[in-house]
């Protein structure tokens, strides 16, 4: 995302681009996985709780890479929240729960900060326009944005992101242990598809879908205004 606000050569916006990051990493990407640990304490695991992860303290949930990553290109990971499925009463049913609570976060707060935008954007064409409310406008729209590309990357099926946790339970165990002995090697393939701008495309896409299904919702309250 940097990068490409950066290209842009608008200051301004690449600014505020850089500032919803960083929002975006110490502010909502420690409820993603505070999601993950909520639900799986309450559907009666505490391993999360005992490892500390029932908290929205960003030190306790940050992966710098994966951070670094969403700065940089606007999608990324923290550090996965470790379960125990023994504990659940229905196992593979729980953990598909426990796994898409995160993604599900991050869309409801996308929402949540689309309508902010939206809120700002009727102000500004009600004659109360300012740096400010322009300001807070780009600044609501890329961190709606960044946690739309997390909702979507992270709900890929690949170790250690949220879908494979999904793929856990709709693949046979034997195929899905054999799947998990390439997580290192799958892993570093995915970094070299980013680098690379590989991965891009089939992301953008999916994220303007999501994009734009979120933004109808959010603009409903302001379509008068707007």
């Given at each position: 995302?940097?990068?490409?606000?950066?290209?842009?050569?608008?200051?301004?916006?690449?600014?505020?681009?850089?500032f919803?990051?960083?929002?975006?990493?110490?502010?909502?990407?420690?409820?993603?996985?505070?999601?993950?640990?909520?639900?799986?304490?309450?559907?009666?695991?505490?391993?999360p709780?005992?490892?500390?992860?029932?908290?929205?303290?960003?030190?306790?949930h940050?992966?710098?890479?994966?951070?670094?990553?969403?700065?940089?290109?606007?999608?990324g990971?923290?550090?996965?929240?470790?379960?125990?499925?023994?504990?659940?009463?229905?196992?593979?049913?729980?953990?598909?729960?426990?796994?898409?609570?995160?993604p599900?976060?991050?869309?409801?707060?996308?929402?949540?900060?689309?309508?902010?935008?939206?809120?700002?954007a009727?102000?500004?064409?009600?004659?109360?326009?300012?740096?400010?409310?322009?300001?807070?406008?780009?600044?609501?729209?890329?961190?709606?944005?960044?946690?739309?590309?997390?909702?979507?990357?992270?709900?890929?099926?690949?170790?250690?992101?949220?879908?494979?946790?999904?793929?856990?339970?709709?693949?046979?165990?034997?195929?899905?242990?054999?799947?998990?002995?390439?997580?290192?090697?799958?892993?570093?393939?995915?970094?070299?598809?980013?680098?690379?701008?590989?991965?891009?495309?089939?992301?953008?896409?999916?994220?303007?879908l999501?994009?734009?299904?979120?933004?109808?919702?959010?603009?409903?309250?302001?379509?008068?205004?707007?």
């Amino acid at each position: 995302m940097l990068l490409n606000l950066l290209r842009s050569g608008d200051r301004l916006t690449a600014i505020i681009g850089v500032f919803s990051g960083v929002f975006v990493v110490f502010c909502t990407l420690p409820i993603h996985e505070y999601a993950h640990a909520f639900v799986a304490t309450k559907l009666g695991d505490n391993t999360p709780r005992l490892q500390g992860r029932l908290t929205i303290n960003p030190l306790a949930h940050i992966d710098w890479l994966g951070a670094l990553m969403i700065l940089i290109v606007g999608f990324g990971y923290a550090k996965p929240v470790q379960v125990t499925m023994r504990n659940f009463k229905h196992p593979k049913r729980d953990m598909m729960l426990t796994a898409i609570a995160g993604p599900l976060s991050n869309l409801i707060m996308a929402t949540v900060f689309m309508a902010l935008r939206y809120a700002f954007a009727a102000a500004a064409n009600s004659g109360h326009s300012s740096t400010l409310i322009t300001v807070c406008v780009y600044f609501f729209y890329y961190a709606a944005f960044i946690n739309v590309g997390l909702a979507v990357f992270n709900i890929l099926p690949i170790p250690p992101l949220d879908g494979s946790r999904v793929i856990s339970i709709l693949l046979p165990k034997k195929y899905y242990f054999k799947f998990m002995q390439y997580e290192r090697y799958i892993i570093i393939a995915i970094f070299a598809l980013i680098f690379f701008g590989i991965l891009d495309r089939p992301l953008a896409f999916l994220s303007g879908l999501v994009m734009q299904g979120i933004s109808f919702v959010a603009s409903l309250p302001f379509r008068a205004f707007i």
